[in-house]
Structure formats: structure tokens, C-alpha cells
Antibody
């Protein structure tokens, strides 16, 4: 059974960088059959796809966040990570990591982690 | 960016009733549309992908269909655990986008 688990600080100060890691078990980020994604959901609101990474390191970022986002993969640790720079209160959200088959939908999700941007 | 519009925003039904949820895309997404169920405090769960294929372990009461840019999720007979928010999502064009959701609540 594939499991994903987000980890990282729950509180980030404005203008600083949000950093989260997703640890994958029961599957490999080194698989060519999947993309590995970050999605976020502000409290009480809808879902926004931040971006995804392939095992090779190729990435795709949402244009609305592209200038501030970096997603990376560490195949040796079976993890992938998100960095979002220059955060503001508008970046307060539950951040999810998820697996995306090349053909299909987001089939496995982490439980989500709430990140609050506040001084 | 492809915009997905879901209707209605809220659907109030009783257990055992049929639920019909709609999702309209602002342009063609072929059949690259998925449906998710989200309950409070939980991550979304994949129900349907590529418009009409049930994900692993999803009960047969959930079905999806498509007609052009209009997509429908049908729950044939609502069970108590089906009361939740449902999102559609397209993977035809980047950025992949989600609809705003339809809340199915108990009448």
C-alpha cells in the first residue's frame, strides 16, 4: 500500500520560505509511471495544483506560482520536496503531496499539513 | 487556464436518493476529467478518472459520464458516508485545475 507523508514547519513568517517534504513508502519516486505533485487548499476553500516532478527531475509549475516555487526529488531517500519563497498570508493553506499516474487521477494523497503564514 | 464550473453549489438530498453533480469545462478537456470526494479534515479521494473509469475500490454506485465539455458524476443511491464535497479536475492542459466543488448534504 502506497503511503505519502508530509513534514515541515507549521508556521512560517511572512517573506520567508516555506519548505515541506513528502516521504513515500510502499512505492518508489524512481518509477517512470508517475508524477509526484504538490496541491494546496486554503482553509474553507478549493484546491490548487502547485506543480509536479518526474523521477528524472523534470518539473512543471503553476504559472501563478512559478516565480516562487521549486520542487525537487531525492530518489535515495524516496522523497520529494516543495519550497515556496516570499510567502504571504495568502499562502496559508493545507499542503498535500500526491501521486499522479501518467494516465489517470491523483490516486494517493498524504494526509495534508497546515502551514500558517504569520509573524 | 481551463476553468471548471460545478453545479449546483450545494445539493440537499436524503439517503437512498440519486445525486447528479455537474462539471462544465471552459474548453475541451477531451475525457481527461476526474472526480474526487473530500470529507472534513481528510484529503480528497479519487472516485472517477478519465470521465468514466472508477478508481480502485470505489463502489459501483458512483459513475461518471461525459458529453462534450459537460461532465456528470452520478451517485445512484446515497449512503450516509457519501455526504461530502465533490470536486472535478482536468488534466488536459497545464495548469491542471479543479472545480470549486459541490457539497452534498443531508436534507
Amino acid at each position: 500500500q502506497v503511503q505519502l507523508q508530509e513534514s515541515g514547519p507549521g508556521l512560517v513568517k511572512p517573506s520567508e520560505t516555506l519548505s515541506l517534504t513528502c516521504s513515500v513508502s510502499g512505492g518508489s519516486v524512481n518509477s517512470g509511471s508517475y508524477h509526484w505533485s504538490w496541491i494546496r487548499q486554503p482553509p474553507g476553500k478549493g484546491l490548487e495544483w502547485i506543480g509536479y516532478i518526474y523521477y528524472s527531475g523534470s518539473t512543471n509549475y503553476n504559472p501563478s506560482l512559478k516565480s516562487r516555487v521549486t520542487i525537487s526529488v531525492d530518489t535515495s531517500k524516496n522523497q520529494f520536496s516543495l519550497k515556496l519563497s516570499s510567502v504571504t498570508a495568502a499562502d496559508t493553506a493545507v499542503y498535500y503531496c500526491a501521486r499522479v499516474p501518467l494516465y489517470g487521477g491523483l490516486d494517493y494523497w498524504g494526509q495534508g499539513t497546515l502551514v500558517t503564514v504569520s509573524s | 487556464e481551463i476553468v471548471l464550473t460545478q453545479s449546483p453549489a450545494t445539493l440537499s438530498l436524503s439517503p437512498g436518493e440519486r445525486a447528479t453533480l455537474s462539471c462544465r469545462a471552459s474548453q475541451s478537456v477531451s475525457n481527461y476529467l476526474a472526480w474526487y470526494q473530500q470529507k472534513p479534515g481528510q484529503a480528497p479521494r479519487l472516485l472517477i478518472y478519465d470521465a468514466s473509469y472508477r478508481a480502485t475500490g470505489i463502489p459501483a454506485r458512483f459513475s461518471g459520464s461525459a458529453s462534450g465539455t459537460d461532465f456528470t458524476l452520478t451517485i445512484s443511491s446515497l449512503e450516509p458516508e457519501d455526504f461530502a464535497i465533490y470536486y472535478c479536475q482536468q488534466r488536459s492542459n497545464w495548469p491542471f485545475t479543479f472545480g470549486p466543488g459541490t457539497k452534498v448534504d443531508i436534507k
